[in-house]
């Protein structure tokens, strides 16, 4: 099998990094003071496997009782849970396409059949993504989708579990940026569930901190499932500290959707075609320039994008949105290089 490659992380070197959608802006100051605090008491011991401090709290925060949330040592944990509990070898795994390649990679190890539904031209699901089958396990749907930073209604997730007539997971890893959520369905209706992560909208990358939330009795099943530790007490005392720092977070949302308007806006100007986002990275192209040829050379200059080709869909960049200066100085490359 072809492993996932996640992109490109160099870790010596200054680097503008705009290609795998982190948040530019450090996370509350209050991350690192819970942190601290942890290290400094009882790391002998292991910590709690259903990290309740964070259930608590993130309960409270969104409206969702404890019991309705799994934790995870990053989302990717969470979907590695599900796939696991849920797909079995020569099973069917359902997800869009252009979407998050981990998708593929995650049915191969499950020995799963990977059903890649092509998206319309205009980001939408289509008819065929809509009909169930009696080997279909499970249908994840990301919202927003990556690359393409565009979102399906919720509408459209309601009438998908209804007729699949399996489970749905909600990848709203990039939510935060955008206007709706269909948190609210994973009561209507047991089939749906969301998954979120800290790594993009509170800045924890680095932290590895996400969960799913679902109604107890699959929440239950999961558990027998994921790893007994699967959440450190490091990321666990970071991540509740995040969640809890209400105001940073706003702030820093903010901040993010005032520059990806600007970041659209220009990209058009420079006479890319651009996707209309709602998460922290836009995608866009153009046909009258070699695409790969602008991502290396800006890569040459320093700037990192992400240069995607899908098979049966064709290319783009997507960029990640960074500071205002971050930005600034890739729309100077990308304009230099549209007019050479
Ligand atoms: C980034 C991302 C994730 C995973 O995030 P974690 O860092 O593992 O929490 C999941 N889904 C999508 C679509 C993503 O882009």
Sequence with gaps: MDGYTPGEQPQAGKFIKLNTNENPYPPSPAVAAAITRAAESGLQRYPDPLATAFRLRAGEVLGVDPDWILCGNGSDDILTILTRSLVGEGQWLRFPSPSYLLYQTLADLQGARAEQVSFSADWR???SFYRGHDALRLVLVPNPNSPSGTVVDTDAILELAQRVDCP??????????????????VRQDARIMVCRTLSKSYGLAGLRFGFLVAQPVMIEALRKVKDSYNCDALSIAGATAAIDDQAWFTDNR???????????????????????SSAN???????????????RRLKE????????????????????VGTDEQISVCLQLLADAASD
């Design 125 to 127: 699901l289509t008819e």
């Design 168 to 185: 749905v997971l909600v990848d709203e890893a990039y939510v935060d940026f955008a206007e709706a959520s269909c948190l609210h369905l």
């Design 254 to 276: 903010r901040k993010i959707l005032t520059t990806r308007a600007h970041l659209a806006d220009e990209l058009r100007r420079l006479g890319y075609q651009v996707a209309d």
């Design 281 to 295: 990275f836009v995608w866009c192209y153009r046909h009258d320039l070699s695409l790969e040829q602008i991502y």
């Design 301 to 320: 200059q320093r700037v990192l994008i992400r240069y995607m080709n899908y098979v049966g869909w064709g290319e783009g960049l997507r960029i990640s």
